[in-house]
């Protein structure tokens, strides 16, 4: 009987202790540069606030294993852009980041190592225990009834649950700049899929311009024809570059819709959504900031390399960790035993610990904590090096690209215009033959859509250096100085 007691508080307590539902886990809402320790009330401002990486982060559904949403794509009516008739650039950029899953993901990711933290600090549960005699409990047994109750709790050497919630804490910041390094990669390819459409519009406007342009062309030759004055021959070659021009905007419209589809996909819906045109012109910048003071911000705020650094700060801790594994824990326990027979004896505290003999194991797994730590500075270093190169890279890619279209602008374009105004006037006083006419056209547009594949050069190997640099070198926020590397506290659900 007492036994069916102590066996009911055992079940009580561990139904009281598991609960019946899974919590659901909280979103979190990281910030841009967190510093220094964060106050449960400061952590509940950050999660209003949302200012960082996750600005959009009110797409990311709290997880439940209650209820698991089914993936779908999102919906066409909710479009940002609908009503436009321009696609802007910087809102396109927008809401990929608000739309594709990718970052999501990577949202989840630091949401989820965010919350290692509670419980790497965590003690561990305390047990309870008990024991029962059956036999000393018949009532035939001239023994008294035995049994005893008793809680334990094990606590670690001070210092160890410190500095397993610090790796916790470095963990979560580095998953916080890798969802800034997915940030940057989803807003270079935006940018990169834009100029494809961008390009591919520009090309279909010449293209139906110069085939205008050979319209009138066979006009007058026909005229000219009907009149005696050339052979067939030129009528025919207007017709042989007419069906041309037909077969190079059935080319041009399938990488329109080919175009199009990418950004669809990058927006997370349904690839053939109509977009609006993107705009007449593309700007370029002349001058750029200093390359040397790129290559000083893309070391100070590279996500990549920031993430690294939290790294290697984590490693450093799991070396302090390992150094204290050299130091015992403990566990403290009370009971009161009834299988004593004096009653001063059944009230009863104890401890037990482990005793650290094995040092070589200890020694062996310090070693691996350092050496771990130099592979992560090592890879640090490298990356360094690789993003100071990109960006090197990068800005003479720019640089160059930028001198094309000035090229083109100042000298290349007026000649040709000039070339085929010309040969206009000569065919139509009949000095110019209709061949050297119909070249001077061909070369024309040729150098049109070279001259707006070098604009678009330009734009995407800029895009190309902002994500390198970590940070748009285009825009009006363009990179000055190298603030000070503060790496972040993560912020945690409460």
């Known amino acids: 009987m007492l036994f069916s007691r102590v066996l009911s508080v055992g079940v009580a307590l561990a139904l009281a202790s598991a609960g019946c539902r899974t919590p659901n886990v909280a979103v979190i809402a990281p910030r841009d540069e967190p510093n220094g320790q964060t ?17 959009n982060s009110s797409h990311v559904v709290p997880a439940s294993y209650e209820e698991t949403s089914q993936p779908s794509l999102a919906n066409d009516a909710d479009d940002p852009f609908a009503g436009r008739d321009e696609l802007p650039l910087d809102e396109l950029v927008a809401a990929v980041k608000a739309r594709n899953p990718s970052l999501q993901a990577a949202l989840a990711t630091w949401n989820a190592a965010a919350n290692k933290y509670p419980q790497a600090i965590a003690l561990d549960d305390p047990m309870f ?14 023994v008294q009834g035995s049994y005893y109750l008793g809680v334990a709790q094990k606590i ?15 963990e979560a910041s580095a998953a916080s700049f890798d969802a800034g390094e997915v940030q940057l990669r989803l807003t270079e390819a935006a940018r990169m899929a834009y100029f494809d459409f961008y390009l591919n519009q520009r090309e279909r406007e010449l293209n139906a311009s110069s085939r205008e342009a050979i319209s009138r062309f066979r006009d007058v030759a026909r005229s000219k024809y009907e009149a005696n004055q050339v052979s067939q021959q030129d009528v025919l070659q ?16 399938q990488e329109q819709i080919v175009a199009i589809a990418r950004i669809n996909t990058l927006l997370h819906r349904r690839p053939d959504h109509p977009l609006p045109t993107p705009p007449r012109k593309l700007s370029v910048v002349e001058e750029l900031p200093p390359v040397t003071g790129l290559r000083d911000w893309a070391v100070g705020n590279r996500p990549e390399l920031r993430a690294l650094a939290a790294r290697v700060q984590s490693e450093q801790s799991a070396v302090a960790l390992a150094c204290k594994e050299f130091y015992p824990d403990f566990e403290v326990m009370a009971r009161y035993d009834r299988f004593w027979t004096d009653l001063e004896q059944r009230p009863q505290i104890g401890l037990n610990m482990n005793v650290p003999l094995n040092q070589s194991k200890r020694h062996a797994a310090v070693q691996e904590a350092m050496w771990r730590v130099h592979k992560m500075q090592a890879d640090y270093d490298q990356a360094a090096d690789t993003i100071r190169g990109e960006v090197q890279s990068a800005y003479a890619r720019v640089q160059g690209s930028r001198r094309k279209v000035a090229v083109f602008e100042s000298k290349i ?23 050297r006419l119909i070249e001077a056209q061909r070369q024309l547009l040729d150098l049109r859509e070279k001259y707006q594949m070098a604009v678009t050069d ?8 902002s994500r390198a640099v970590g940070q748009d070198v285009l825009g009006p926020a363009r990179p000055a100085s190298v603030p000070a590397f503060e790496p972040p506290e993560p912020v945690r659900a409460e």
């Open 156 to 170: 670690p050497w001070s210092g160890k649950r410190e500095l397993r919630g610090n790796q916790a804490n470095w």
């Open 413 to 435: 374009l007026p000649a040709a215009q000039d070339n085929l105004q010309a040969a206009q006037s000569g065919y139509e006083a009949g000095t110019v033959d209709f061949l």
């Open 39 to 55: 106050s449960s009330n400061e952590r509940s401002a950050h999660h209003a606030e949302r200012d960082g990486y996750v600005k």
């Open 129 to 142: 225990q008990s024991m029962y005699a059956p036999k000393s409990w018949n009532a035939a047994s001239n």
């Open 238 to 253: 207007a017709d042989v570059e007419l069906a041309q021009f037909e077969q190079r905007q059935i080319d041009l419209t």
């Open 458 to 465: 330009y734009h995407r190997r800029a895009a190309e250096l």
